[in-house]
């Protein structure tokens, strides 16, 4: 079954941390960029950051110095390490394929005291 699972969401203290993870099957995964998107109650969808299959990344601005992106491609696996949560960083998190437009289902991240 072609698909991708993202796990690790939850609620998190203003200023902690999480991990998220994105798995991958039925697809060739080494060979895909691979992304993770989010998006907030009431926002449009928008990148967070991007891994190519050789390993260069790009982020959000906003993620900057607090997020990394990496990705192990012998396990079809991508994660997302986030830092320095802060509440506008609430959001429904995807992990995405963007060559073959291929989604996961999403995972809640809430930073709140």
């Known amino acids: 079954q072609v698909q991708l699972v993202e796990s690790g969401g939850g609620l998190v203290q203003p200023g902690g941390s999480l991990r998220l993870s994105c798995a991958g099957s039925g697809i060739i995964f080494s060979i895909y960029t691979m992304a993770w998107y989010r998006q907030a109650p009431g926002k449009q969808r928008e990148l967070v950051a991007a891994?190519?299959?050789?390993?260069?990344?790009n982020y959000a601005d906003s993620v900057k110095g607090r997020f990394t992106i990496s990705r192990d491609n012998a396990k079809s696996t991508m994660h997302l390490q986030m830092a320095s949560l802060k509440p506008e960083d609430t959001a429904v998190y995807y992990c995405n394929a963007p060559q073959i437009n291929l989604w996961g289902q999403g995972t809640q991240v809430t930073v709140s005291s």
């Open positions: 891994i190519t299959r050789g390993g260069s990344t």
